[in-house]
């Protein structure tokens, strides 16, 4: 099945600084790489997503960015603000099984004043 | 937020009883699954339901039991809790395989 790695857990940047954060997967067969952003106590929320057919998808201050030869995506946030800190999770599609996705352990977004 | 909601929100057990955890969905999606979610381990699927009376074992379904008898609600059972089942537990939808999946807002439960 598909494997999802994804680095760092932990991330600290001062506020109007970027933020990259990476994921590899495993499955050359998946194709919809989604990106979610969970603030404490709540629910992980969908903030940005990319197909195989695409390289780089832009919105506003977030960008994610995909090389399906190396298999490896990754999400950028440029002129971060505190309300960017939270805990954001990468994930793949699992080569069209009903399983749906596969998601990264996470990376703790933490944005210093 | 996508229609669904989770029940109960908070909820505290002893080791040995059963518990279920109801998830409920007014989008009329086809898939459900059952996260249960821990620090240092992400988001890991419990069980999945690809429609009514359809599912599946997902990474860590031992313990656990899921039923789907209407499209609109997917339950998760807890036969006899342990205290490894301490978790947040999400139940997420989606219209397709593969595609967009949209969370519930969670149920915490503690097992003493």
């Known amino acids: 099945g598909e494997n999802v790695e994804q680095h760092p857990s932990t991330l600290s940047v001062q506020e109007g600084d970027s933020a990259v954060i990476k994921c590899t997967y495993s499955?050359?067969?998946?194709?919809?790489f989604p990106w979610y952003k969970q603030e404490l106590g709540k629910r992980p929320q969908l903030i940005i997503d990319?197909?195989?057919?695409?390289g780089e998808k832009k919105d506003q201050r977030i960008a994610v960015t995909l090389n399906k030869t190396a298999k490896h995506f990754s999400l950028h946030i440029t002129e971060t603000q505190p309300e960017d800190s939270a805990v954001y999770f990468c994930?793949?599609?699992?080569?069209?099984?009903?399983?749906?996705?596969?998601f990264g352990k996470g990376t703790h977004l933490i944005i210093q004043p | 937020d996508a229609g669904i909601t989770q029940s109960p929100r908070h909820k505290v057990t002893e080791t040995g009883t059963p518990v279920t955890l109801r998830c409920h969905q007014t989008?009329?999606?086809?898939?459900m699954y059952w996260y249960r979610q821990d620090p240092g381990h992400g988001l890991r699927l419990i069980h999945y339901?690809?429609?009514?009376?359809?599912?599946d074992k997902g990474e860590v379904s031992d313990g656990y039991s899921v039923s789907r008898s209407k499209t609109e609600d997917f339950l998760l059972t807890l036969e006899s809790a342990t205290s490894s089942q301490t978790s947040v537990y999400f139940c997420?939808?989606?219209?397709?395989?593969?595609?967009?999946?949209?969370f519930g807002p969670g149920t915490r439960l503690l097992v003493l």
């Open positions: 994930a793949a599609s699992s080569g069209g099984g009903a399983d749906g996705l596969t």
């Open positions: 990319i197909r195989s057919n695409v």
């Open positions: 499955d050359s067969a998946s194709n919809y």
């Open positions: 989008e009329n999606h086809r898939y």
């Open positions: 339901s690809y429609g009514v009376k359809d599912t």
């Open positions: 997420a939808i989606s219209d397709r395989v593969g595609e967009t999946q949209y």
